[in-house]
């Protein structure tokens, strides 16, 4: 059974530090999202990228964060330097091209920032 | 703004019964629908897709589909406490830019009391 697979899965590190998460989206698929979910924001799209380009960025605070996708097998979400209200669950989502197609989300990291 | 909403939650149903989760949204142009299931600690899991109006039946659950009214719902027959999760409605947009992104509801906490 695919599955989208996220490292790390869990993350504390201190105020200031830089953060790497990694996504490897399902083998074939075109499309990967980064989220991120809190109790009082619900789940937020940072990034968006379409056949290893990205195509909307919007929602991610551009000071701070970064997203890449080097090849189609690693995505990364970078943030540098973080800060105590980064902390939260960061999902990554892979699916195939086409707006009928539903994502597939991966088991988040669970970032902690001190 | 495109915007999805779903009910207020949380939604609190005995074992067997029928629980109604509901979810407008703002985009006229939105083609597909999706719910997700999310177990608290868990990432979110595609439970059903609709794509035109009318209902779509899996099992105990059924997909419901009104583009005229801009409503999509779930309904969980024979609700069980493994039901127990938060429910997110999540709508396609139509293009552009766009392509392919999801917007979320913000969820639906649904408890199954034995």
């Known amino acids: 059974d695919a599955r989208v697979t996220q490292t790390p899965r869990h993350k504390v590190t201190e105020m200031g530090q830089e953060v790497t998460m990694r996504c490897q989206p399902i083998?074939?698929?075109?499309?990967v999202f980064w989220y991120r979910q809190t109790m009082m924001q619900g789940l937020e799209l940072l990034a968006y990228?379409?056949?290893?380009?990205?195509?909307?960025d919007s929602g991610m605070p551009k000071d701070r964060f970064s997203a890449e996708m080097p090849d189609a097998t690693l995505a990364t979400l970078k943030i540098q330097p973080s800060e105590p209200r980064d902390s939260a669950v960061y999902f990554c989502?892979?699916?195939?091209?086409?707006?009928?197609?539903?994502?597939?989300f991966g088991d988040g990291t669970r970032l902690s920032i001190l | 703004q495109k915007e999805v909403e779903q009910n207020s939650g949380p939604l609190s149903v005995p074992e067997g019964a029928i629980a109604s989760l509901n979810c407008t949204y703002s985009?006229?142009?939105?083609?597909?629908f999706f719910w997700y299931r999310q177990y608290s600690g868990k990432s979110p899991e595609l439970i059903m897709s609709?794509?035109?109006?009318g209902d779509k039946e899996d099992g105990r659950f059924t997909a419901q589909l009104n583009k005229a009214s801009q409503y999509v719902s779930l309904l969980i027959r024979d609700s069980q406490p493994s039901d127990s999760a938060t429910y997110l409605c999540?709508?396609?947009?139509?293009?552009?830019?766009?392509?392919?992104?999801?917007?979320f509801g913000q969820g639906t906490i649904l408890t199954v009391h034995p």
């Open positions: 989502a892979s699916g195939p091209f086409g707006t009928d197609q539903p994502q597939h």
């Open positions: 083998l074939g698929h075109n499309t």
């Open positions: 990228f379409r056949n290893r380009a990205p195509l909307d």
């Open positions: 985009d006229r142009g939105s083609q597909s």
């Open positions: 609709i794509y035109s109006n």
């Open positions: 999540a709508v396609n947009s139509d293009g552009g830019t766009s392509y392919g992104k999801l917007t």
